[in-house]
């Protein structure tokens, strides 16, 4: 049989999923079904002060599972803290099993710590070229539960770790399947107590999450490759449509709400399934140019620290950082697709009038933003003018995530989809 150029298979995958009030507490039995004996929970400093890891180890000991927390995830997790994990899961000693209990930072860097605890090698051998080798794993990895406690990353349903790397001050990952988690665990009562301005940056993830997957090109456009080449980004498809169709329209009903009054349960529940739907979409159709220009923009940061995070040092939250740009990004793609991109904006918001198709998608995200209070573009943050040209340069660093793209920028389309973003209203 003679094959088309392009591809004409695409693959979708997610980890079992329990959800609902009170799954917390099922933890134990879980584990127990997984035939762990003894799990290490990996977990940050505000999880622990809010309860939520200590009250998985009670629901694990009830079961007669043994465990040992670690506390110290690094909110936006680098090459050095992951490190830092590592040594910590391979000095507790064997273990069956691993937790995440935490945000996409916490589940990101349990991937790369089960992945590091049961494989030779050393980080950079797993990361995405070019940064690194891009090496696949040759060893299984032991049983990995995700228990999110903010309704931002997907983290929970994908096989990707993103981190960043100091020394070359950029933001990179692993990705392959095997770090998809074994199951996820998902509470909408752990997202109670996230502030405002956690809420916001987290649901604009999920929601860039959703918009670049449904925008993504589609996988019949995608070079044809063998099975073992294919990668977890495949493009968008069917499948990954209906969840990120999902995700936009629940995040529409739900996140000013959830933002805004943070103990409505019935919200919060919305927000946190928009970030499972999301997770299950882009997963496998993959996310382009808004993620590929935050890396450059967390990677660069200066003097600006956030409301709400309990930051020491600079930071650009992952949801600011992929927002900052969507606008202007979207306003590019929209040539690609222009069907797609109306859909998309009606999802987000059917009142948006009087403007250009090409407009409504940014003018549904800018009128979101100023809603849930995101910074008005990388100005906002620290950038200006005179970054446009390093910015440039790290988002190109990303080309597995600008491959995505319905439309290939090249450096000039970066360049202006940048200064374009300076402010966006």
Known sequence: MTYPEHDTVFTWAAPPLKIGLGALDE???????????RAVILTDSAVRAAGWSDRVERAAADRGIDCVIYDDVHIEPTDVSITGAVEFTRAAGAFDALVAVGGGSTIDTAKAVNLLCTNSGELRDYLNAPVGLARAPSRPLK????????????????ALSILDVLDLHVKTGISHSALRPTLAVIDPQVTLSMPAAVTAASGMDVLCHALESYTARPYTAVPRKRPDERAVYCGANPISDIWTEHAITALTRSLRTAVRSGSDLGARTDVMLAATYAGMGFGSAGVHIPHANAYPIAGRVRDYRPAGYPAAEPLVPHGQAVSLTAPAAFRFTFAADPARHIRAARLLDPTITAVADSELLPAALIRLMRDIGIP??????????????????GALLQQRLLAQAPRPPAAADLAGIFEDSISNW
Do not use: K, W
């Open 143 to 158: 049983p990995l539960v995700a228990v999110p406690t903010t309704a931002g990353t997907g983290s929970e349903c994908t």
């Open 27 to 37: 933890v134990g039995f879980e584990l127990q079904r997984l035939g762990a004996r």
């Open 376 to 393: 008005n573009g990388i100005g906002a943050i620290g950038f200006d003018h005179g970054d446009i040209d390093d910015l440039v340069d």
